[in-house]
């Protein structure tokens, strides 16, 4: 009893730490890195053109 | 302390990955995949959410360096309140609508954050100094994108041409072949335009200021009072800008000068001009002034046939302080064109100076002027050149320095009575 439900503890704590914290948060790094690279991009190519 | 990291952090990520990277034993694939399915859309609602949170007025003016000073410039304008009911937000200007370069638009806030943190621009004085700054870069972003964020609602398509006055649809059109962007002409349409109160002190740095002597013509380089004796302080007018007097003596700090110009022989005849039946201001004198017969001397009247008014040829002996005078007017005339071709061609190829008459300009400057930001003296320097290169007095330049050289050769006058230029 005390060894499955300790795994079955982690199993719920390993996905709620993912898909709660640890994911979330590494998407919105990507996002910022993607938006500084494009500012970083501007800052060298001038501002975006049109069309 | 190797052995707590080893208990409190490694250990723990060394059973979190031994969990995640084997097959789940006691949850379900179902339960995974729902919960998982359930939390992207938590997430992104979420992220969007906040995303449109940061792209608000209310969020925007949350810092005070926007609430004190842009926000309350915007709410004079047609931007703020109109016939229609809609208004533009910071955001509709000023954040990119598409994903991409928003998303790099809310990064450069960073160094907004940076600025409000660390007091970069957090007093009036100091938005005031960075403002010429700050908005060449919206300047920049919008030239590049032809006004993107503006034709988001204004569409060259949708114009409707017939209810422009004529001259507003003429440049419309001519702006539409082109797909110019709007803030080639409507720069300031929202917020005040950065100050160009400088203009005029780089006006007196182009120009050499001279000590004036007695029996010599000078110009003025800045608009200055005009006194009736040495010690009043009571001003009797105002010299234009670019007038040339003549000094005909000195005393402590004030010179005193003969003007000659013409004025109208109606009212109080307030206002002396350079040439009979032109109107190019060389003085605005008060009535008291005006109306001394020690201050000004009738020489002659002729009636102008296209008016039909009587102009009288006057001189004007008066006192101004001996600061700011000039004897080189050609630097102040090329400081004048060059201002004239910068601010002008902003919008539209300017026209040729000698395109219209000097009687003309006045109308066509006045109404321009409110697109650009000239200060006051600048103003009336541009004016003068155009007046005194227009039409009216092309091509008889070489016949004036001629005039000029003989008068200057021939002392027959008492008196050094100021000559047109």
Known sequence: MNDSSSSRRQEYKALALVIVVFFPLLTIMLISSYGFLVWFSQLLLGPPGHG | ?421
Not at chain 2, 13 to 32: C, E, F, M, N, V
Not at chain 2, 78 to 83: E, F, P
Not at chain 2, 223 to 249: R, Y
Not at chain 2, 365 to 389: E, P, R
Request: proline content about 3%.
């Open chain 2, 1 to 421: 302390m190797i052995r707590r990291l080893t208990q409190n952090v490694i250990r723990p990520l060394k059973s979190l990955w031994k969990t995640l990277s084997r097959p789940a034993q006691y949850l379900s694939l179902g339960t995974i995949a729902i919960a998982s399915f359930v939390m992207g859309i938590i997430f992104w609602g979420g992220f969007n959410t906040a995303l449109e949170a940061t792209n608000t007025e209310a969020f925007c003016i949350s810092c005070h360096s926007m609430r004190d000073t842009v926000y309350p410039e915007l709410q004079g304008t047609v931007h703020w309140s109109n016939h229609s009911g809609v208004r533009a937000t910071c955001p509709d200007c000023h954040v990119p609508h598409n994903w991409t370069h928003k998303i790099a638009r809310k990064m450069q806030a960073s160094k907004e954050v940076w600025g409000a943190v660390f007091g970069t621009i957090d007093t009036p004085e100091k938005f005031e100094a960075k403002r010429l700054e700050l908005a060449s870069h919206e300047w920049a972003r919008l030239s590049a994108n032809k006004s993107l964020e503006c034709k988001n609602c204004h569409s060259y398509s949708s114009m409707k041409w017939e209810d422009m006055s004529p001259l507003a649809a003429k440049q419309m059109k001519s702006a539409a072949e082109r797909d110019q962007s709007c803030i080639d002409c409507h720069k300031g349409i929202a917020h005040h335009l950065p100050s160009t109160d400088g203009r005029s002190h780089q006006l007196l740095t182009a120009v050499n200021i001279s000590v004036p002597e007695v029996g010599k013509n000078y110009y003025v380089v800045l608009q200055k009072p005009v006194f009736m004796n040495a010690t009043s302080k009571e001003e009797a007018g105002m010299l234009n800008i670019a007038t040339e007097i003549a000094v005909t003596d000195k005393s402590d700090g004030r010179v005193e000068f003969r003007l000659e110009g013409w004025r109208k022989r109606i009212g109080t005849g307030r206002i002396i001009n350079e040439d009979f039946g032109i109107n190019i201001k060389e003085a605005e004198l008060t009535k008291e002034a005006a109306q001394s017969d020690a201050v000004v001397k009738v020489l002659e009247e002729k009636v102008d046939d296209v008016t039909g008014l009587t102009w009288q040829k006057v001189t004007v002996d008066l006192l101004t302080n001996d600061s700011e005078l000039t004897d080189n007017v050609s630097g102040m005339w090329e400081f004048a064109s060059t201002t004239y071709r910068e601010a002008c061609s902003q919008c539209h190829s300017q026209p040729e100076v000698a395109h219209f008459d000097a009687n003309t300009w006045p109308g066509m400057f006045n109404g321009m002027i409110a697109f650009v930001n000239m200060d006051d003296d600048t103003q009336n320097l541009v004016l003068k050149y155009l007046q005194l290169h227009s039409s009216t007095y092309a091509g008889s330049h070489a016949q004036i320095d001629d005039q000029h050289n003989q008068s200057a050769k021939t002392p027959e006058t008492a008196l050094p009575v100021a000559k047109r230029q």
